[in-house]
């Protein structure tokens, strides 16, 4: 019923800059607040960024803070990512996500209510 869609993935030279772009697709819903994670193979899905409409606090992680910039829209259930000096470490599935019930920025995947299907970012040198 409630999906969200992610786009704006692809192959980028270390040091350049990506946009992700994530709106909700389905039914309308409202959000408390909405969020990037990635994985990179092996590793745990991480929360990169998240957005909390009530008030605009953001949340970074402190690997792409200074670097990664987070928008979005509550009335449109879109977000946005601007991702900014990239490096390989940043390669990874990226997955937009919302929390439906709560506005609280959690670094796990627990009540992260919708998620989309993913987009590669790929860093190269």
């Known amino acids: 019923q409630v999906q969200l869609v992610e786009s704006g993935g692809g192959l980028v030279q270390a040091g350049g800059s990506l946009r992700l772009s994530c709106a909700a697709s389905?039914?309308?819903?409202?959000?408390?607040?909405m969020g990037w994670f990635r994985q990179a193979p092996g590793k745990e899905r991480e929360l990169v960024a998240a957005?909390?409409?009530?008030?605009?606090?953001?949340y970074y992680a402190r690997s792409v803070k200074g670097r990664f910039t987070i928008s979005g829209d509550n009335a449109k259930n879109t977000v946005f990512l601007e991702m900014n000096s990239l490096n390989s470490e940043d390669t990874a599935v990226y997955y937009c996500?919302?929390?439906?019930?709560?506005?609280?920025?959690?670094?796990?995947?627990?009540?992260?209510?919708?998620w989309g299907q993913g987009t590669q970012v790929t860093v190269s040198s």
């Open positions: 996500a919302a929390r439906r019930y709560s506005s609280a920025l959690v670094s796990t995947r627990a009540g992260w209510e919708y």
């Open positions: 957005i909390r409409w009530s008030g605009g606090s953001t």
């Open positions: 389905g039914r309308t819903f409202s959000t408390n607040a």
